[in-house]
């Protein structure tokens, strides 16, 4: 197993500002689907992260994305970044009060200059079957002219690098097809992004001042060196309960439950008592186990609490929300939701997905269910597990692996139940055999982070969740939200006559959403996509940016009319 010692040093070496300007810096982007959203709806969302040479930054590994309103975190995201780009959907809880929340964007390393320098937009979230609305955040108005239109700064605002946009039509039935053509797109093009949705006449939200942004590429803020870039992936600091005595040992491992070995030890700091685990690969909603190994023998138990890695910070104030209730487009959005509640609920799956951070393979594997079955694991290793044994130490009895390096067997033998370590080796062996699919022996030399292993042995639940195994009390089981894979929008195809007559309501609001558009080499693209059954008009915006820092943006506009 890779050591990231290498790489780190590297990446201090980096991080030091040898001059001012040669200071590397970084700054996020966040594109959504819309302004305005419905409690329960779902939200797209693009980041994109440059340096401050207007170019991609491949330095951090993971974006993060909060909302938040002036009291506390409503939401929290991390979004996994590969080249500079990531993309990610947040669904917005169905209990979410009506007003204006702050949707706020940066990387780990951008905290080293403080929040100023953090992307900052503003949405609007409404909650339809909501019966109090606070007066502080929220307000009807009577009629739409009474909607107060957002002031627009038009001091240094320079207008965007122009685009062709079209559709071949400019009125279609629900269910139809649209074809968009987009044209004169820059030779110099860095990112592209396109969103359809229906154009509500709901609320009115600012514009994102684009060249204030910009701006901050240019600005010089004092850099606190803090923060390490996640360079390999995501980054998961804890701190020890109790402190460490001085000139304690102790061994701390993060461990993600599953067939797959997937184990890191912490990189401990014994000042402040906490410990750093550098996790790559890791995608998506884990079980993680953290455990504790103390060279006391567990006379003093410790544990390991989490830090969050999110920054959440509040804005100090939040404008009221004006809205219009067009009582026809709050039914149809809120119907939507319902909608989508279902579908999602169907075809909901755990799909959690990973890199294949183990690549070495087992020399043994014994499938248990063509064995007989014994009453506890310590018989069936004794009764047909080659190249392992059990002996007595002191009052305990441990486990060791037949080393082929070593031609003895390895008194540092690390011992794996899904994917997660277990040190009091008597817990394993009296271990009900019946829950086991697998056991998998490797012999050689592994090396997890400073942790030397001579061997593993490897047992496996038919259910892989750890079933009725009770953990050790230096360990805590966690559901941890490692970051997120791109999530596509799903969007029927109507080319097929029996779906266009599907009797399935089709209540999407947001028609497509494209956050990785290519163009051709004659720097142009043509996207199709199909209408819903809601009417209205629905509102095509692109926006992008150059390698030399200029913004791209376009908007045009179609009808859909009911048959």
């Known amino acids: 197993m890779k050591s990231l010692q290498l790489t780190l040093a590297i990446l201090l070496f980096i991080c030091l500002p040898i001059k001012a300007e040669e200071q590397i810096y970084e700054r996020v982007y966040i594109y959504t689907d819309k302004d305005c959203y419905i409690a329960g709806e779902d939200m797209q969302l693009k980041l994109y992260v440059i340096d401050n040479h207007f170019q991609i930054s491949n330095l951090s590994k993971v974006g993060y994305v909060e909302i938040c309103n002036t009291e506390k975190p409503l939401i929290q995201l991390k979004v996994a970044l590969e080249k500079g780009n990531g993309s990610g959907k947040i669904e917005i809880p169905e209990d979410t009060p009506s007003g204006i929340y702050q949707l706020s964007g940066y990387t780990r390393y951008m905290r080293n200059e403080g929040e100023n320098v953090f992307f900052i937009k503003q949405i609007a979230i409404i909650n339809a079957g909501q019966q109090y609305v606070d007066p502080k955040r929220f307000e009807s108005v009577e009629k739409q002219e009474d909607l107060q239109l957002p002031e627009k700064n038009h001091s240094e605002e320079k207008e965007p690098v122009p685009l062709l946009i079209k559709t071949d039509q400019n009125e279609y039935a629900n269910r139809d097809k649209v074809i968009l053509s987009l044209r004169n797109i820059p030779e110099n093009i860095a990112d592209l992004t396109v969103s359809v949705s229906r154009n509500d006449s709901i609320v009115f939200m600012p514009e994102i001042n684009r060249q204030a942004w910009l701006k901050q590429l240019s600005d010089t803020l004092p850099f606190s060196q803090q923060w390490l870039p996640e360079y390999e992936g995501h980054i998961i600091s804890g701190y020890f309960v109790p402190k460490p005595q001085e000139n304690e040992s102790l061994l701390t491992t993060v461990a993600f439950a599953g067939e797959d070995i997937r184990y890191f030890t912490g990189q401990i700091n014994p000042q402040s008592g906490t410990a750093d685990f550098y996790i790559a690969g890791i995608f998506d909603q884990q079980q993680m186990v953290t455990s504790v190994v103390s060279s006391l023998y567990n006379q003093v138990p410790y544990r390991l609490d989490l830090l969050t890695p999110f920054c959440e910070s509040l804005p100090a104030h939040l404008p009221v929300l004006q809205i219009y209730p067009n009582e026809k487009q709050l039914i149809e959005r809120y119907i939507g939701v319902q909608i989508q509640e279902k579908t999602n609920s169907e075809s909901n799956s755990n799909s959690s997905q990973t890199s294949d951070y183990c690549t070495f393979q087992p020399v043994l594997s014994y499938d248990l269910d063509e064995y007989t079955r014994f009453s506890t694991v310590g018989e069936t290793i004794l009764e047909f597990v080659n190249r392992v044994r059990v002996a007595r130490m ?162 045009t506009y179609f009808q859909v009319a009911a048959e």
């Open 394 to 555: 002191g009052k305990s009895r441990k486990i060791s692996v037949l080393s082929d390096d070593l031609q003895q067997f390895s008194l540092r033998t690390l011992v794996l139940l899904d994917g997660i370590p277990v040190y009091n080796h008597d817990d394993i062996l009296a271990y009900n055999p019946m829950y086991i699919k697998k056991i998998n022996i490797y012999s050689g030399r592994y090396l997890f982070g400073g942790d030397d292993i001579e061997c593993i042995i490897s047992f496996i639940t038919h259910e892989g969740g750890l079933s009725f195994f009770q953990l050790s009390e230096g360990s805590q089981l966690f559901n941890y939200e490692c970051p997120r894979l791109p999530a596509g929008i799903e969007t029927p195809d109507y080319s097929d006559e029996t779906m266009r007559n599907s009797r399935k309501p089709d209540f999407r609001h947001t028609l497509y959403w494209n956050p990785f558009v290519e163009s051709t080499p004659g720097r142009s693209a043509e996207l199709s996509f199909y209408t819903s059954d809601l009417c209205g008009e629905f509102k095509v915006t692109v926006e992008g940016i150059t390698t030399d820092g200029k913004m791209i943006q376009g908007v």
